[in-house]
Nanobody, 124 residues
Framework: VQLQASGGGLVQPGGSLRLSCVAS?????????IGWFRQAPGKEREGVSC????????YYTDSVKGRFTISRDNAKNTVYLQMNSLKPEDTAVYYC?????????????????WGQGTLVTVFS
């Protein structure tokens, strides 16, 4: 399984970015959940948002609720993270991860595969 994350960049506070995570590989014949995690300098990697394949349920960490939206296009094996009203504290490397289950999890050790990360920098 390979995960390709993209869409990061530089943006001013209040701006928007859309991250994409494209999955490929034979495991895609099965249900899988995708999670977005982020890691800021000097901090632990934290869960940001997740989406299940079984029922489309989603999760958002409190700090991004109302600003971020996760969605998936199963035909393209792609999960998106639309990030609006970005704040400096959103600055981090964002990683997507795949869980071999139809249901999402919020702990990073419950994910089986990881992408390479894409950097989001929010500066004023």
């Amino acid at each position: 399984v390979q995960l390709q994350a993209s869409g990061g960049g530089l943006v001013q506070p209040g701006g928007s970015l859309r991250l994409s995570c494209v999955a490929s590989g034979s495991v895609l014949a099965y249900d899988y959940a995708i999670g977005w995690f982020r890691q800021a300098p000097g901090k632990e990697r934290e869960g940001v948002s997740c989406i299940s394949s079984s029922d489309g349920s989603t999760y958002y960490t409190d700090s991004v609720k109302g600003r971020f939206t996760i969605s998936r296009d199963n035909a393209k094996n792609t999960v998106y993270l639309q990030m609006n009203s970005l704040k400096p504290e959103d600055t981090a490397v964002y990683y997507c991860a795949l869980r071999l289950s139809g249901f999402y999890a919020t702990r990073r050790d419950e994910y089986n595969y990881w992408g390479q990360g894409t950097l989001v920098t929010v500066f004023s």
